[in-house]
């Protein structure tokens, strides 16, 4: 039954983004460094690498913000916009493609493509299938590089975390990374089990780019403030923690239920509390249903 709920939450979590009133929605521009700024509004964070070549976008939210990013973009720049990464397929980092489409060059990993062209599920929500003209038409495997403004802005595939085609976006010469949603500062993450996440891939992800980066890079996180180096290790260790103890439970042969009464994330409360996102509850679910290969939401009966 918990388990429903929760699916049911999460739908409505969905449809609620989906039905937001957007016309309240403003885009702060903060500029991080180099050539590289980061707009914010409702959905997905978005990185921009702006110069006399042009401008990059990483990630491009909702759809009915697409006017009030394009405002803020000209408050930088008139220059126009040449290229659109996404990170990942969800619609709070998509939704912006069918109005960008037309003025750059949309690129993607190509799990990225393939489910914005099939449609599928998220948060219990059907999402429909992306119109073929605002699909991204320029897509990789494994990485990309693109030479604009002085700055090598390389993406990075980096599979099965949040989702199975997620990409970090390397600023290089300005020292700057885009995380997609690999790492979010709302507390616990989502990992979209349905979408090919995982927490393993999750906490490779964040170990193989912390591996690369000087302790001033700047990140930007999918959701959340502006963020450091020092930002993404506690996250990290917590996947590290959280994993570990679900495991142990897993092997004593415990329920997810029988975990939640012993608040195995005891310490953690700060990171699931109420009215946030990801519940402690939800969290353990989504460990214990990756850990033993269940989907998410998938109802395990116990004797």
Same mark, same amino acid.
């Given at each position: 039954?918990?388990?429903?709920?929760?699916?049911?939450?999460?739908?409505?979590?969905?449809?609620?983004?989906?039905?937001?009133?957007?016309?309240?929605?403003?885009?702060?521009?903060?500029?991080?460094?180099?050539?590289?700024?980061?707009?914010?509004?409702?959905?997905?964070?978005?990185?921009?690498?702006?110069?006399?070549?042009?401008?990059?976008?990483?990630?491009?939210?909702?759809?009915?913000?697409?006017?009030?990013?394009?405002?803020?973009?000209?408050?930088?720049?008139?220059?126009?916009?040449?290229?659109?990464?996404?990170?990942?397929?969800?619609?709070?980092?998509?939704?912006?493609?069918?109005?960008?489409?037309?003025?750059?060059?949309?690129?993607?990993?190509? %799990?990225?493509?393939?489910?914005?062209?099939?449609?599928?599920?998220?948060?219990?929500?059907?999402?429909?299938?992306?119109?073929?003209?605002?699909?991204?038409?320029?897509?990789?495997?494994?990485?990309?590089?693109?030479?604009?403004?002085?700055?090598?802005?390389?993406?990075?595939?980096?599979?099965?975390?949040?989702?199975?085609?997620?990409?970090?976006?390397?600023?290089?010469?300005?020292?700057?990374? %885009?995380?997609?949603?690999?790492?979010?500062?709302?507390?616990?993450?989502?990992?979209?089990? $349905?979408?090919?996440?995982?927490?393993?891939?999750?906490?490779?992800?964040?170990?193989?780019?912390?591996?690369?980066?000087?302790?001033?890079?700047?990140?930007?996180?999918?959701?959340?403030?502006?963020?450091?180096?020092?930002?993404?290790?506690?996250?990290?260790?917590?996947? $590290?923690?959280?994993?570990?103890?679900?495991?142990?439970?897993?092997?004593?042969?415990?329920?997810?239920?029988?975990?939640?009464?012993?608040?195995?994330?005891?310490?953690?409360?700060?990171?699931?509390?109420?009215?946030?996102?990801?519940?402690?509850?939800?969290?353990?679910?989504?460990?214990?249903?990756?850990?033993?290969?269940?989907?998410?939401?998938?109802?395990?009966?116990?004797?």
């Amino acid at each position: 039954m918990r388990r429903m709920a929760w699916a049911l939450a999460l739908a409505a979590t969905a449809a609620a983004a989906q039905q937001q009133d957007f016309s309240k929605v403003e885009i702060k521009v903060t500029k991080v460094a180099g050539s590289v700024y980061m707009l914010q509004g409702a959905g997905g964070n978005i990185g921009a690498s702006v110069g006399e070549d042009g401008i990059v976008i990483v990630d491009d939210q909702f759809a009915p913000l697409a006017d009030k990013i394009q405002a803020a973009l000209k408050g930088i720049t008139d220059k126009p916009v040449r290229f659109v990464i996404n990170t990942h397929w969800h619609f709070d980092h998509t939704g912006g493609n069918p109005y960008f489409r037309k003025q750059g060059t949309i690129i993607a990993q190509e %799990h990225v493509r393939e489910r914005l062209e099939s449609g599928g599920t998220l948060l219990g929500t059907e999402v429909k299938p992306a119109a073929r003209a605002d699909l991204p038409i320029v897509t990789f495997n494994d990485r990309l590089t693109v030479h604009l403004n002085g700055e090598d802005i390389r993406a990075i595939h980096f599979p099965h975390g949040h989702t199975d085609g997620d990409s970090v976006i390397f600023f290089t010469q300005s020292n700057v990374v %885009h995380m997609g949603d690999d790492f979010v500062t709302y507390g616990f993450p989502f990992i979209d089990l $349905e979408s090919g996440g995982s927490v393993r891939g999750m906490i490779a992800a964040c170990r193989k780019v912390l591996a690369t980066l000087a302790p001033d890079t700047k990140l930007i996180p999918g959701h959340g403030a502006l963020s450091t180096v020092a930002d993404l290790k506690p996250y990290v260790a917590m996947l $590290e923690e959280a994993t570990a103890r679900i495991e142990k439970g897993i092997r004593e042969g415990r329920s997810a239920e029988d975990l939640k009464r012993a608040k195995v994330l005891a310490g953690y409360e700060s990171w699931g509390g109420e009215g946030k996102f990801i519940t402690t509850d939800k969290f353990i679910d989504t460990l214990y249903n990756d850990l033993t290969g269940r989907k998410s939401g998938e109802v395990v009966k116990h004797n």
